[in-house]
């Protein structure tokens, strides 16, 4: 919008609480949507800034068009900084653990499996209707920025993650996985097949799930777009990693 109003765009950069790492397929231009709009992976590992420079860089705007831009950078940041956000940055992502896990689990939104909205853990706890899912057990309700949840009122069987090193766990389709070869009815697990691949962005993971494809597997197909990727991010950083 800048750039076809000849506006400059003055971008006051931020740390990336996943900026540390990078990870995940690189999304498809065929899946593109307001969840995911550049060929980048899921894990991008780069603050607003540098995805900015990247985005004009390789001429993803429209047309290839170039938006005049001015980064005033953060200080005393590397990517390998640790880094809290003070204030929420979401009602459905309250605290560090939540985003540091939402890369693992928000493939989960796809499908029906709870992510924890509608409780006091969004993103934080996973589980559906499904005792096989586990012992850990919750319940979803109505709650400020999150009504009508999913599974609401419905008792929830699964895993609480609110303790794990989120961290250094990083990004995982074991979740995913684990809870596609649990379910007793495969065919109404991705309750959304459409929503899913736009998180994923492609269809390609949802049908190596079902295939029966294990994490490695599925990780080998990614490799060289990742890898691409991983050379392209390092043109556009604007800090040490």
Same mark, same amino acid.
């Given at each position: 919008?800048?750039?076809?109003?000849?506006?400059?765009?003055?971008?006051?950069?931020?740390?990336?609480?996943n900026g540390h790492y990078?990870?995940?397929?690189?999304?498809?231009?065929?899946?593109?949507?307001?969840?995911?709009?550049?060929?980048?992976?899921?894990?991008?590992?780069?603050?607003?800034?540098?995805?900015?420079?990247?985005?004009?860089g390789e001429g993803w705007?429209?047309?290839?068009?170039?938006?005049?831009?001015?980064?005033?950078?953060?200080? $005393?940041?590397?990517?390998? +900084? /640790?880094?809290?956000? @003070?204030? &929420?940055?979401? *009602?459905?992502?309250?605290?560090?653990?939540?985003?540091?896990?939402?890369?693992?689990?928000?493939?989960?939104?796809?499908?029906?499996?709870?992510?924890?909205?509608?409780t006091d853990k969004q993103?934080?706890?996973?589980?559906?209707?499904?005792?096989?899912? $586990?012992?850990?057990?919750? +319940? /979803?309700?109505?709650? @400020?920025? &999150?009504?009508? *949840?999913?599974?609401?009122?419905?008792?929830?069987?699964?895993?609480?993650?609110?303790?794990?090193?989120?961290?250094?766990?990083?990004?995982?389709?074991?979740?995913?996985?684990?809870?596609?070869?649990?379910?007793?009815?495969?065919?109404?697990?991705?309750?959304?097949?459409?929503?899913?691949?736009?998180?994923?962005?492609?269809?390609?993971?949802?049908?190596?799930?079902?295939?029966?494809?294990?994490?490695?597997?599925?990780?080998?197909?990614?490799?060289?777009?990742?890898?691409?990727?991983?050379?392209?991010?390092?043109?556009?950083?604007?800090?040490?990693?």
């Amino acid at each position: 919008a800048c750039e076809e109003q000849s506006k400059k765009l003055l971008i006051l950069d931020r740390p990336n609480p996943n900026g540390h790492y990078v990870d995940g397929q690189v999304l498809d231009k065929k899946f593109a949507s307001f969840v995911g709009l550049n060929p980048v992976p899921v894990v991008h590992g780069c603050t607003v800034g540098e995805l900015a420079q990247m985005i004009n860089g390789e001429g993803w705007l429209a047309g290839n068009k170039k938006c005049n831009l001015q980064i005033v950078n953060c200080l $005393g940041y590397k990517h390998s +900084t /640790p880094y809290n956000p @003070p204030i &929420a940055t979401s *009602p459905n992502l309250p605290n560090l653990q939540s985003m540091l896990l939402y890369p693992s689990i928000c493939f989960f939104e796809g499908t029906d499996v709870s992510v924890g909205r509608g409780t006091d853990k969004q993103f934080q706890v996973i589980g559906s209707p499904n005792p096989k899912n $586990g012992s850990f057990t919750f +319940t /979803p309700e109505d709650k @400020p920025g &999150a009504k009508n *949840p999913p599974q609401k009122g419905k008792l929830c069987y699964g895993e609480d993650l609110s303790k794990i090193d989120a961290r250094n766990q990083a990004f995982t389709l074991k979740y995913v996985i684990d809870y596609y070869k649990k379910s007793d009815n495969k065919a109404k697990f991705f309750s959304s097949p459409s929503f899913f691949d736009k998180l994923a962005g492609s269809d390609t993971t949802r049908k190596q799930i079902i295939a029966g494809m294990t994490e490695t597997q599925i990780r080998a197909s990614w490799k060289a777009d990742l890898d691409n990727y991983k050379t392209i991010r390092k043109k556009y950083l604007l800090y040490e990693l």
